[in-house]
C-alpha cells in the first residue's frame, strides 16, 4: 500500500509496517491528514501542547509522542485504541496530571512511558484494565504518594520505575496485585518509612533498588516476603545500626544474593561501619529479633516462640 498520497506535509511514510514519521519538526498540533490506517505514528521532539481524539489512527500499534510541550490530554483521545502496545508520553514536562479514564480500553497495551512529566499524583484507576501491561515508566516525576490498588489490575506487569519521585513512605498495598513484577526501582526518593508488609504480593521480583532515600531502618520481615530477590541496593541512606537495625542484619546474613553496602550513619560508634560486616557482638543488649509468619490475613502475625514439651 501507497501512503505517500496522504502523508503530512514535513513528515515521511513507510510502508510494511505502515509507518508516519514526524518527529523534530516543530509541530504545534498534531499534523492533519495522518492516513487511517497507520500502525506506527513518530511524534517525539516536537512542540505539541495538546491531544484530542480523532487526529490519531485506531489500527496504531505504537504512538511516540515524547519530548513535546504537552499540557492537557482530552480523556477520549485514545479510546477505541484496542491494537496499541507501546505508547510513550514521556519528558512532557508541563503535563502535571491526567484523566482517570486516560488510558481505559487499552487492552493490548505492553509498555507505557510517563517519565518526567510533572505528575504529582495519579488518579485512582489510571490502570484499570491494563492486564497486558509489562513495562511501566514513572520515573522522574513529582509523586509523593501511592494509594492502595494503584496497581492491582497489572497482573503481567515485569518492570515499574519510580526513582527520581518525591515518595516519603510505602503502604501496605501499594503493590498489591503485581504478582509477576520483576524490577522494582525505587531510588533516589525521600522514603522514610516502608510497611513491613509492602512488598507481600512480589514473588518473582529479582531486583529491587531503596538506594538513595532516607531509610533510617528497614524490617527483616519486609524483604523475607521477596523468596526471588537477587540484587538488592540499599547503599546511601542514613541507616542506624542499633538494635532497629537487628532484623535487617539476620536478613542480610541469610541473603545470598548480590547486595550494596549498608553505611551505618548512627549511633556515634557506628558511623562509617557497614551493617553487613558487624557481628553479633555489636547489637549488645538488644532483645532476640522476633522471626514473623505473615498469616493468610494480612493484618494477622503468629510470632513463633521456642517449642515447649509437655
Not at 516536537?46 to 504512538?63: A, D, M, Q, Y
Not at 516519603?168 to 518509612?193: C, M, P, T, V
Not at 541473603?255 to 550513619?265: D, H, Y
Request: include cysteine.
Amino acid at each position: 500500500l501507497d501512503l505517500s498520497w496522504s502523508c503530512p506535509h514535513h513528515c515521511i511514510c513507510y510502508t510494511a509496517p505502515s509507518t508516519i514519521s514526524c518527529q523534530a519538526h516543530n509541530f504545534l498540533v498534531v499534523p492533519e491528514g495522518i492516513p487511517p490506517n497507520s500502525e506506527r505514528i513518530f511524534l517525539q521532539n516536537n512542540k505539541i501542547h495538546r491531544l484530542h481524539p480523532g487526529r490519531f489512527s485506531s489500527e496504531t500499534v505504537v504512538l511516540w509522542i515524547y519530548s513535546n510541550n504537552i499540557t492537557y490530554i482530552e480523556p477520549s483521545t485514545f479510546h477505541g485504541f484496542t491494537l496499541l502496545e507501546d505508547l510513550d508520553l514521556g519528558d512532557n514536562r508541563h503535563l502535571h496530571s491526567l484523566a482517570e479514564d486516560t488510558f481505559h480500553g487499552l487492552t493490548r497495551l505492553n509498555a507505557l512511558h510517563l517519565y518526567r512529566c510533572g505528575l504529582s499524583s495519579l488518579p485512582n484507576n489510571i490502570f484499570q484494565g491494563l492486564r497486558n501491561l509489562q513495562y511501566l515508566y514513572l520515573q522522574e516525576n513529582h509523586l509523593k504518594f501511592l494509594q492502595d490498588d494503584i496497581f492491582i489490575d497489572l497482573h503481567n506487569l515485569s518492570h515499574l520505575f519510580l526513582h527520581g519521585n518525591r515518595l516519603w513512605s510505602i503502604n501496605q498495598n501499594a503493590f498489591r496485585g503485581l504478582q509477576a513484577l520483576d524490577r522494582l526501582l525505587l531510588h533516589q526518593n525521600q522514603i522514610e518509612w516502608v510497611d513491613r508488609l509492602a512488598f507481600h504480593d512480589l514473588k518473582r521480583l529479582t531486583t529491587l533498588y531503596l538506594f538513595n532515600n532516607s531509610l533510617i531502618q528497614l524490617s527483616g520481615q519486609c524483604l523475607d516476603m521477596l523468596p526471588a530477590l537477587e540484587y538488592l541496593r540499599l547503599n546511601d541512606n542514613p541507616w542506624s545500626c542499633d538494635c532497629k537495625a537487628l532484623s535487617l542484619w539476620e536478613w542480610l546474613k541469610r541473603f545470598r544474593g548480590s547486595t550494596s553496602s549498608v553505611g551505618c550513619q548512627a549511633p556515634v560508634n557506628m558511623v562509617g561501619k557497614d551493617l553487613k560486616e558487624l557481628r553479633k557482638e555489636d547489637f549488645p543488649n538488644c532483645s532476640p529479633s522476633v522471626h514473623r509468619i505473615q498469616s493468610p490475613e494480612p493484618r494477622l502475625i503468629t510470632y513463633l516462640a521456642p517449642s515447649t514439651r509437655l
